[in-house]
């Protein structure tokens, strides 16, 4: 099933025609409003982000896939609000909540949606903070940064004294993204973003703080004024102190974007981990929407 949505998203993707031409008064957010952008002054965007992250297998340190005797699941909704302060500064703040839940490797990656509070499950918002996005060039306005700083609100999170599951790291962070996008002819789409994501323990700053950095690719295509259709691939090493690259992951993926309002878009994505090392071998299922005004 996984390789037959594949297939049919790719021939979307390479075979559609190319869409009539539309002047820009008549474009919707989704052709206007491409991830590089910011917003204009007064504008205000709501985004959410659902990430549903199952796995019942693990990469070694050798790069070998091994099967675990559980199913871990991790949900994760990423919500944030931006205001345009003016064309090239944008200010906002962002907060997550996150479930997990381990179950047996034949559960439904769904249960965690079912999760309470005991050894094997556990839900809360789990980290807040503000960001700040601006676009520095102004002749290149498809090109700018996103900088958060993350603030863990949830007690004990690494479950180490409430005995609850891991649910994050009980860390600062402090994560910047790189974008960029460029429309091509017959309305294709190239995005790249590329993200600088610190861990900082402020008890230990050089021996348990981390760093990692994934680069990802997207190349897509509008197939109309209300739908976008794209793949992408992930690759985030994790440097470490004692092992230079001390994990990495491969992540890849297919995903579809719509308009369903002049005001809403939805999206629907899925990604797999064909490679990886210290990493789980998991797969994800993601839905989000963004309310741009």
Not at 126 to 145: D, E, I, M, W, Y
Not at 149 to 178: C, S, V
Not at 253 to 269: D, F, T
């Amino acid at each position: 099933m996984k390789i037959q949505f594949s297939i049919l998203l790719a021939f979307l993707l390479f075979s559609y025609g190319t869409i009539r031409g539309q002047d820009d008064d008549d474009q919707s957010n989704l052709l206007k409003y491409t991830p590089s952008l910011l917003l204009s002054k007064g504008q205000t965007e709501l985004k959410v982000f659902n990430n549903l992250y199952t796995q019942t297998a693990f990469y070694d340190a050798g790069g070998k896939k091994t099967p675990l005797d559980e199913r871990s699941t991790f949900f994760t909704s990423i919500n944030q609000i931006l205001m345009g302060i003016t064309p090239r500064l944008n200010v906002g703040y962002m907060v997550f909540f996150r479930s997990v839940r381990l179950d047996s490797p034949d559960s439904s990656p769904f249960q965690v949606f079912q999760s309470g509070e005991d050894s094997k499950s556990r839900s809360d918002i789990s980290f807040a903070g503000p960001t700040v996005r601006f676009a520095p060039f102004k002749a290149n306005k498809h090109l700018s940064f996103q900088s958060t700083y993350l603030m863990p609100t949830a007690y004990d999170q690494e479950g180490i004294d409430n005995n609850r599951p891991f649910l994050d790291f009980d860390k600062h962070y402090w994560w910047t993204q790189l974008y960029y996008d460029k429309v091509l002819p017959n309305y294709f789409v190239l995005f790249l973003e590329i993200d600088l994501v610190m861990r900082l323990d402020y008890t230990d700053l050089f021996k348990q703080s981390f760093v990692y950095n994934p680069v990802k690719l997207f190349f897509g295509k509008f197939l109309g004024n209300k739908w976008g259709v794209y793949t992408m691939a992930e690759w985030a090493p994790f440097w470490g102190d004692q092992e230079v690259l001390a994990a990495y992951y491969l992540q890849t993926g297919v995903g579809i974007k719509h308009q369903v309002h002049p005001n809403l878009e939805l999206e629907a994505v899925y990604t797999l981990f064909p490679a990886g090392k210290n990493t789980g071998a998991g797969e994800t299922f993601n839905f989000g929407l963004r309310f741009l005004k």
